[in-house]
């Protein structure tokens, strides 16, 4: 079992507990990749200890690049010491502690098997992998390792999602018995759009697993995973237009629905859309239970929905919470309730969390167990649609 606290501030960490003074004062850095995720680790990797104050000093020394050229602009731009168009040279290097995998899916698991091999701790964006072995592959190597070996959900990080497990804990709406979980976004609505790719199989289903592993981050840290699915998979544009003026069929599933059972009675809907005009980064979570119900969306992720049936009925309706400093870690950040977080603070949390687990202290993350877990319940739900009926899934 994975330990999700939700009070982060139980779990702070001392400078006595992570070597301050002493040679273990600093963690060294290596990146892999520096398109969009890559940035989003770099800029993590600097405001970690501006925000939370104590911890192991984070060193950025080596990023990787598959240009060299472009990898030393890179290093330049984020501040790394050094800089190399060959990922493996970041893994040799002694002087990197622990290693950001940010590159495409298909790279994820020879990159995260190298680097816990060669010692290293590993933060690797998800999803895990394109195929199952791998992803167990790179759950088998992290065992042997004994090194830290996490996945980038930081949507689980929000201090709200956290304040939705101690609302839940607190009984306030009482026995869940239906969970809604929607991720919509538009960069692939365009059917004029060009192909690349994520619209390749080599990238995995698609939705389903580019989209879907979030809000399944969500379900995990709540409620559980499914051990119950039904996945219907859908391609809005079967081709796309190519550069060189061609088109070229599209591999993956673009739109994914699903029905699930988790946990004790309680029955779910999972929607997924790359191609859903309008929406920006939407992951929508509803869930509903005997006295109560919250409403919660990424898009507006500094406030939450309350409903409480116990109101009196002149009072009932739903109520708007706001994130503030009481909602655990938001003052590491902002002093004052309203002013909001955004997605790449998310990413300085769990970098946090991340120097937590590495530190021997509880964490909330998701290590490549748990993650495996999740990409078990992806795989489940492309048999469902491939064989057109439900898929068990065995208690991980």
């Known amino acids: 079992m994975h330990a999700y606290p939700t009070d982060t501030a139980k779990n702070r960490m001392k400078a006595s507990d992570c070597g301050e003074g002493t040679t273990q004062a600093t963690v060294g850095v290596g990146l892999i990749g520096t398109g969009y995720m890559g940035k989003c680790h770099a800029l993590a990797w ?42 493996r040279d970041v893994i040799a290097d002694p002087a990197v502690d622990v290693v950001s995998i940010t590159t495409p899916n298909a790279f994820h698991a020879e990159m995260a098997i190298a680097a816990l091999e060669a010692g290293k701790h590993v933060w690797c ?15 088998a190597a992290a065992k042997v390792s004994g090194r830290v070996a996490v996945l980038g959900y930081n949507y689980i990080q929000s201090p709200l999602i956290r304040h939705i497990s101690v609302i839940l804990a607190n009984d306030t709406i009482g026995a869940v018995n239906h969970v ?25 289903y698609g939705a389903l697993d580019d989209f879907g592993v979030h809000p ?114 938001y003052d590491r950040f902002i002093p004052a309730p309203g002013h909001g977080l955004g997605f790449n603070d998310l990413k300085i949390i769990e970098c946090h969390e991340l120097l937590n687990r590495i530190a021997g202290r509880p964490a909330r993350v998701i290590d490549f167990q748990a993650g495996l877990n999740i990409e078990r319940v992806v795989h489940a739900m492309a048999q469902s649609h491939l064989g057109q009926r439900w898929v068990h899934i065995p208690c991980n």
């Open 46 to 87: 600097t405001g970690v200890r501006s925000v939370f104050g104590t911890g192991r000093r984070p060193i950025l020394k080596h990023l990787a690049e598959i240009n060299a050229k472009i990898a030393r602009q890179k290093a330049d731009e984020f501040g790394f010491e050094k800089a190399t168009g060959d990922w």
């Open 125 to 139: 964006e998800k999803p895990m992998a394109v195929a199952l072995a791998d992803a167990e592959l790179m759950a």
């Open 180 to 204: 809604r979980l929607e991720m919509d976004e538009d960069f692939m609505a365009d059917p004029q759009a060009q192909f690349y790719w994520k619209s390749e199989a080599s990238s995995g």
């Open 216 to 329: 399944l981050s969500l379900l995990q840290i709540l409620f559980g995973l499914p051990t119950k699915v039904m996945a219907l998979l859908a391609k809005p544009y079967a081709a796309r237009p190519t550069r060189d003026g061609d088109t070229r069929a599209v591999e993956t599933f673009d739109i994914a629905s699903v029905l699930f059972e988790v946990g004790a009675g309680i029955s779910g809907v999972m929607a997924l859309n790359r191609a859903a005009w309008g929406r920006k980064g939407r992951i929508a979570l509803q869930i509903f239970g005997s006295k109560g119900a919250i409403l919660y969306d990424q898009e507006r992720m500094n406030e939450l929905q309350l409903y409480v049936a116990a109101d009196e009925p002149t009072r009932q309706g739903f109520r708007t919470i706001i994130s503030a400093p009481h909602h655990d870690p």
